[in-house]
C-alpha cells in the first residue's frame, strides 16, 4: 500500500504564489506516474498536472500551462507543483495521485490519493 501527503496549501493573493508538495511513502512500478488534481464543490475533479518517473515527460491542462510547474525528487519519492501567478479561479482543494500513467483519466482512476490540501486566491 502506498500513502500520499500532501502539503503546502494556503491563502494568497492573485499574482501570489504557493508550492505544494506531495510525499509518497514508497515507488512502486504503480505509481510510477504522479499527478495533482483539483477540485471546487459541485464540480467535477480536474487534471492539473502529471510528471513521469523519469521527471522529463509532463502534461498539463490548457489553464496551468506557463504558470504552474510540476517537478518530482525521486530520491525523496516527492512530487511538487510550483504555482505561480495565481488566479481566483484556481481556488480548489488540491489532490495527488499516483498510478502507472501519466494520462488524466487513468490517473483520476487510481487507487493512489492524498487527503487533499486547501489553496485559496483572493482578488
Known amino acids: 500500500q502506498v500513502q500520499l501527503m500532501e502539503s503546502g496549501g494556503g491563502s494568497v493573493q492573485a499574482g501570489g504564489s504557493l508550492r505544494l508538495s506531495c510525499a509518497a511513502s514508497?515507488?512502486?512500478?504503480?505509481?510510477?506516474?504522479m499527478g495533482w488534481f483539483r477540485q471546487v464543490p459541485g464540480k467535477e475533479r480536474e487534471g492539473v498536472a502529471s510528471?513521469?518517473?523519469?521527471?522529463?515527460?509532463?502534461i498539463y491542462v490548457d489553464s496551468v500551462k506557463g504558470r504552474f510547474t510540476i517537478s518530482r525528487d525521486n530520491a525523496k519519492n516527492t512530487m511538487y507543483l510550483q504555482m505561480n501567478s495565481l488566479k481566483p479561479e484556481d481556488t480548489a482543494t488540491y489532490y495527488c495521485a499516483a498510478a502507472w500513467s501519466c494520462q488524466f483519466g487513468i490517473l483520476s482512476r487510481s487507487t493512489y490519493w492524498g487527503q487533499g490540501t486547501q489553496v485559496t486566491v483572493s482578488s
Open positions: 514508497r515507488s512502486t512500478y504503480d505509481t510510477s506516474c
Open positions: 510528471i513521469y518517473a523519469s521527471g522529463v515527460s509532463t
